[in-house]
């Protein structure tokens, strides 16, 4: 059971929009930073949206992250066959004192 | 280049030993946030350890007393000793660089490099 609350599938057409979201608590998303994970199959993570809705450099601007409260989402617009993937969002709990993460989302372009 | 490449892993038997190293590149380990997160066969990412800059570290109440994270500043290498082994650490161990900002003199954290992975299964 993860800490972080995130549905284990979406699915769209390409072109189209889809969100991902993760639910959490006052002591990790509430207050503290949400990060986004993008994990293709057989590869290692990698950084997609930092500090809420941070973009590093290098990821394409159809990807956007948003936080309310103790929930936080990620959009990804336009979608392409190549954003078939696990995505995870990530925060650190500052009660545990660890990093927490959602179970993860996996996206099927239809 | 920045760049972490894991290595250690293997097939060991419950209640075995195994180092995970990390060699980093292109920055220096001791300076920085580095963890270790681990993904069980077909689940999802879980955080192991953590060392901070000054050398405190922090762990996953599943692995607390039986890892030991620690660093090598002469090779620039990040390590995690693990004892005890148990069936469920069987996973694939990514070491992962921490990063720190700061906004209106609050941080926030997030890790934005990763290695590829080395695989440990514990099974007799």
């Known amino acids: 059971q993860s800490v972080l609350t995130q549905p284990p599938s979406v699915s769209e057409a390409p072109g189209q929009r889809v969100t991902i979201s993760c639910s959490g608590s006052s002591s990790n998303i509430g207050n503290t930073a949400v990060n986004w994970y993008r994990q293709l199959p057989g590869e290692a993570p990698k950084l997609l949206i930092y500090?809420?809705?941070l973009l590093p450099s290098g990821v394409s601007d159809r990807f956007s992250g948003s936080k309310s409260d103790t929930s936080a989402s990620l959009a990804i617009s336009g979608l392409q066959s190549e954003d078939e993937a696990d995505y995870y969002c990530?925060?650190?709990?500052?009660?545990?004192?660890?990093?927490?993460f959602g179970g993860g989302t996996k996206l099927t372009v239809l | 280049e920045v760049q972490l490449v894991e290595s250690g892993g293997d097939l060991i038997q419950p209640r075995g030993s195994l180092r995970l190293s990390c060699a980093a590149s292109?920055?220096?380990?001791?300076?920085?946030?580095m963890n270790w997160v681990r993904q069980a066969p077909g689940k999802g990412l879980e955080w192991v350890s953590l060392?901070?800059?000054?050398?405190?570290?922090a762990y996953a109440d599943s692995v607390k007393g039986r890892f030991t994270i620690s660093r090598d500043s002469s090779s620039n290498t990040l390590y995690l000793q693990m004892n005890a082994l148990k069936a469920e650490d069987t996973a694939v161990y990514y070491c992962?660089?921490?990063?720190?900002?700061?906004?209106?003199?609050?941080?926030?954290?997030?890790?934005?490099?990763w290695g590829r992975g080395t695989t440990v299964t514990v099974s007799s």
């Open positions: 992962a660089r921490q990063r720190r900002g700061a906004v209106a003199g609050k941080p926030y954290h997030y890790m934005d490099v």
């Open positions: 990530a925060s650190w709990d500052d009660n545990l004192d660890v990093w927490v």
């Open positions: 500090y809420d809705n």
């Open positions: 060392i901070y800059p000054g050398g405190s570290t």
């Open positions: 292109g920055f220096t380990v001791t300076t920085n946030y």
